[in-house]
Structure formats: C-alpha cells, structure tokens
C-alpha cells in the first residue's frame, strides 16, 4: 500500500543528467516553512544529498515544491520528511538520496530529522559509510 502523500509531486521536475559518472550535489534551503501545530508557522533547515542516476534536480521546481507546505494542511516535521523523501525518490529516482532537516526551537526545543535511501529500511543496501556510528553535525 502506498503511503499518503502530502505534497504534490507533479511540480517538481527534473533535467538529463549530464554526466554519467557518480558524483554528489547538495542543496540547501535555509528556510522551509510549513504550517506547524496550532495553526502557527514553524521553521526548518533543510540540507539534501543528492547522488544523481539520470536526473537531477531542477532547483526553480524544487524552489516552489517546497513554498507549497507554507499554506494549506498543517503538518509535523515528520510527514514533511517523509513527504518530500517519497516524492524526490519517485521523481528523481536518485542513486542515493539523504534528507536531514533541522528546526527551529519551538517552546525551547528544537529537533533535527534525517532520512537515507542507503538504509536498508529504506530499500538500500547500506554500501556508504558515512552515515554509521556518527551524528549530522549541530550548529
């Protein structure tokens, strides 16, 4: 059973990669927000590793994929994770994909999510290393 998305997908899009050897790009959005709890804005950072099969990604698309959750469904940190995971995996069909999304303290806490398609619990077959025994870095 496929799992809800809720997001839409279709407003991402994609370029031929032009290089056919392995290589990684990384992306940044120094501010994804979202509609949080309570009906109020919640903030995040959101860091994307990105090892590219025969797409990449179109970062205007992306740009505006991510402005969607400003509106809308109030959403947890979680189901954006999970969300935007599923969709760039669907559409971008990487080698590797690792989201890690760091929030802003809210009520003084502040929480920090990560995901990797290298994780057997993700389907991969956990052949990079740089993830075990070690935690993405606080700032």
Known sequence: MKKKSWSDASILQSIKNPEQQGYEIK??????????????????????????DKK????????????????????????????VYR????VYEPARLRLVMKTRPRGGISSMLTVDSDWKCRGGDESFED?????????
């Open 87 to 90: 969709d760039m995996m669907e």
């Open 131 to 139: 993830w075990k025994g070690q935690s993405d870095v606080w700032e």
């Open 56 to 83: 990449i990604v179109e970062l205007k698309s992306l740009k505006q994929y991510l402005f969607q959750f400003r509106t809308g469904t109030i959403l947890s940190y979680e189901r954006i994770i999970n969300s």
């Open 27 to 52: 992306h940044r959005c120094p501010e994804l927000t979202f509609m949080g709890a309570g009906n109020q804005p919640d903030f995040a950072e959101l860091f994307i590793t990105f090892y590219p």
